[in-house]
């Protein structure tokens, strides 16, 4: 059932009820249609409430018909609101919970409207890179007012309801329910006492004025251009609203239309959508039905507070659940907690955080010296050095003290966490949780399956990294996992490119320009060159036919690791992160350059950037085809979140469907033409070889 219809007297209740937030699919619109054809057949009807069933008046689209030809079947939800508008009995809105999209676009048509308080009000189409595209780009400024109307259109952003019915002059909401659970009542009364009112207000006949009109809208879309750099929708915006104060009704809505299915053919707006739908698919996966139980978590144990280990526990902290956190010496404790107070500190001094909120996240911290004191914890998170050595020490201890059935997670970037698991007699209960820098910050978590993690595990896991507001990708066990093991190829084509003839600034500005937070050299300098530098002196002894550019090493040799050292690719002055070019580096690479008896060449940006970005593909590629990763969004979510790829690319996989794959390996056989470069890794994954021949995209 997606729509109920239950008549009160002389007032008929349609009631949507498509779970989980009544999402206007064919089947929903189709029954609202019917149901108004059914109220307005009822002679003893005399007016018709619309709400919605559960915790949604309407939450929108169905997300399950996006980009399916569904979304547009007749009645499409244009046609369901001229119904409703058409209706010949008076429509009321009896808006509940949430009211977004094409929710509210419907709340719009009908002809009167009456909320409970706490609603989530909110036209968030923007956010897919889109303008609303059902009259709420012409009707929202006619019911609200044009600048209250702009702002949300332009934010995407919710708004209770209760202070959208505080605006003067607003006629989005005839009146407000005393309550959530009088509602339905106040919903009845209304719309008995406007049952024989004639003629029936409309929201398209509402005059729509702004007294600055054109010196408002341009200082709007100024704004707005400034903010939304790389996205064309927000400006889109602007124009549609500025419409609806220019144009009549009926010509506002067909220019609103236009811009819409402009936007939809936007790679911008594709980026964004898949972005959305990769979000929601990467919690899925294949084995692990999505009812598995999930062992409970009340409290955790965090071994090692150094960067990571005071990052991960503040995590928890915020999520209100306690940490206890051990350490070798009370002096790496103290340093640990005080680091996590600095934290919160600044938090609180820039008045993100309120002071009450701080002690109390503070009061779940608890310390201590010995593994004895964590037998409560239900799930440990290792986060001390990364060697082998004492990573087996650790989790023997782990092993030994633990409850039966307690989830022991390493944080491990590199090492191997089956053999990690191993070490314990219990490997089923083992798991990666790979946490990036600054881990109170990002927003990635991989999620590292072992051989024999148990399904339940990884299903409480992936639950807890949604409590903890991260998002979770899982990966199987390889080195670097899925996120570290492209990131080595990129930068290893970025070392070629220093020997081939750029500069660190050349690259990096190349990347930025594309739309990188970073480009790979300020990269290195912020996490720290040495990092690299060891993953390195490993591959040389593992993979001693791997091409590597050397010039990095020498960088490392003069002690430059990067922002800690004050000096790497760049220079940096003390409490500051700007980077400022270093002549004595551009000469060392030069000599190097001159060394190696290569003579510069001039390397375009476009070179540059599908060198980097292509490496990356390649990859990943190979990574799905491993199965390490589940799905190429899997990868570009890792991208997105966890490495400033830009998001209006969608991350690597999506950028080189946009691209078209067969261009994508038209140019990795270009590149393996360099005697520079590395033919061996450009020899395009199996899997790519195979959707270029099956013309298919990731
Ligand atoms: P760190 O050196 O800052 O901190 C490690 C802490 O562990 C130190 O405080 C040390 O005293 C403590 N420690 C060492 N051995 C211990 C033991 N046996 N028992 C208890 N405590 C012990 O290192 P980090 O950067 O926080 O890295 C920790 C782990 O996280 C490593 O496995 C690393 O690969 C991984 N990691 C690091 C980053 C990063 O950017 N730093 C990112 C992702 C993952």
Redesign the pocket.
């Known amino acids: 059932m997606t729509a109920l219809y239950q008549a009160h007297d002389d007032v008929a209740i349609i009631t949507l009820s498509n779970p989980p937030v009544n999402g206007l699919g064919l089947a929903t619109r189709q029954a609202v249609t019917d149901a108004l054809a059914r109220a307005n057949a009822d002679a003893s009807i005399k007016a018709i409430v619309l709400t919605g069933a559960g915790k949604a008046f309407s939450g929108g689209a169905d997300i399950k018909e996006f980009g399916s030809p569904k979304a547009l079947q007749e009645p499409n939800l244009l046609s369901v609101i001229l119904a409703v508008e058409n209706s010949a009995k008076p429509v009321v809105a009896a808006v509940n919970g949430v009211c977004m999209g094409g929710g509210l676009e419907l709340a719009l048509g009908c002809h009167y409207r009456i909320a409970a308080p706490g609603c989530n009000v909110a036209l968030p189409e923007v956010k897919l890179g889109l303008i609303p595209g059902a009259g709420g780009t012409q009707r929202l400024p006619r019911a609200l007012g044009v600048e209250a109307a702009l702002n949300m259109i332009v934010s995407g952003e919710p708004v209770k309801s209760e202070l959208l019915a505080m605006l003067p002059g607003q006629k989005l909401f005839d009146k407000m329910a005393s309550s959530a659970e009088a509602l339905q009542q106040d919903a009845l009364s209304l719309a008995r006492s406007v049952a024989d009112v004639r003629p029936l207000p409309l929201v398209r006949n509402l005059p729509c004025k702004h007294p600055q009109g054109d010196a408002y809208f341009q200082f709007a879309r100024n704004m707005v251009k400034g903010m939304a750099k790389n996205f064309p929708a927000p400006v889109k915006c602007v124009d549609a609203v500025q419409a609806a104060t220019q144009k009549k009704f009926d010509q506002g809505m067909a220019f609103e239309r236009e811009l819409f299915i402009n936007l939809m053919w936007t790679s911008e707006s594709r980026a964004l959508r898949h972005l959305f739908m990769a979000e929601r698919a990467a919690s899925k996966i294949a084995d692990v039905p999505a009812d598995t139980p999930n062992r409970a978590l009340q409290s955790i144990a965090v071994?090692?507070?150094?960067?990571?280990?005071?990052?991960i526990a503040m995590n928890f902290l915020n999520a209100g659940i306690p940490v206890k956190m051990?350490?070798?010496?009370q002096e790496?404790l103290d340093?640990?907690v005080a680091t996590i107070r600095k934290n919160y500190e600044s938090q609180v001094k820039k008045g993100k955080l309120k002071a009450d909120k701080y002690e109390q996240r503070m009061s779940l911290l608890t310390t201590t010296l010995s593994y004895d004191d964590l037998t409560h914890a239900d799930m440990v998170i290792?986060?001390?050095?990364?060697?082998m050595g004492?990573?087996e020490?650790?989790f023997k201890?782990l092993d030994r003290v633990m409850k039966p059935g307690a989830i022991l997670a390493?944080?491990?970037?590199?090492?191997d966490l089956n053999k990690i698991a191993n070490f314990t007699q219990r490997p089923q209960d083992v798991i990666g949780t790979?946490?990036?820098?600054?881990?109170n910050i990002m927003k990635l978590l991989e999620v590292v399956r072992g051989e024999k993690t148990a399904k339940d595990v990884l299903a409480t896991v992936m639950a807890l990294a949604k409590k903890i507001k991260k998002t979770a990708v899982v990966s199987g066990v390889c080195d670097g996992f899925i996120g570290n093991r492209m990131i080595e190829q990129y930068g290893r084509q970025g070392g070629f490119l220093l020997d081939e003839g750029c500069t660190p600034q050349q690259v990096d500005r190349a990347v930025e320009k594309f739309g990188f937070a970073m480009g790979p050299f300020r990269m290195g300098d912020l996490?720290?060159n040495d990092?690299g530098w060891a993953i390195r002196k490993r591959r040389y002894q593992e993979k001693p036919n791997m091409k590597y550019s050397k010039t990095a090493d020498l960088l490392c040799e003069k002690g430059r690791y990067g922002q800690k050292t004050g000096a790497g690719w760049y220079d940096y002055q003390a409490g500051k992160r700007d980077a400022i070019a270093n002549a004595e580096v551009v000469q060392m690479i030069e000599a190097h350059r001159a060394s190696l008896g290569i003579k510069p060449r001039k390397i375009s940006d476009e070179e540059i950037v599908q060198r980097l970005v292509f490496a990356l593909v390649n990859e990943g590629a190979h990574l799905l085809e491993e199965g390490i990763a589940a799905r190429a969004g899997d990868i570009d979510l890792v991208y997105l979140t966890g490495y400033g790829f830009p998001i209006h690319r969608g991350g690597p996989m999506n950028y080189a469907n946009e691209v078209g794959l067969f261009n994508v390996v038209q140019a990795m056989n270009r590149f393996a033409q360099n005697p520079l470069d590395d033919a061996q890794f450009w020899q395009p994954a199996p899997l790519l070889a195979k959707l270029v021949a099956d013309g298919k995209t990731f």
Do not use: C, D, Q, Y
């Open positions: 071994i090692g507070a150094g960067t990571m280990g005071g990052g051990l350490e070798m010496k790496a340093r640990g290792e986060a001390v050095f990364e060697e004492v990573k020490a650790v201890e390493s944080n491990t970037s590199t090492l790979h946490f990036f820098s600054p881990a996490a720290g990092i």
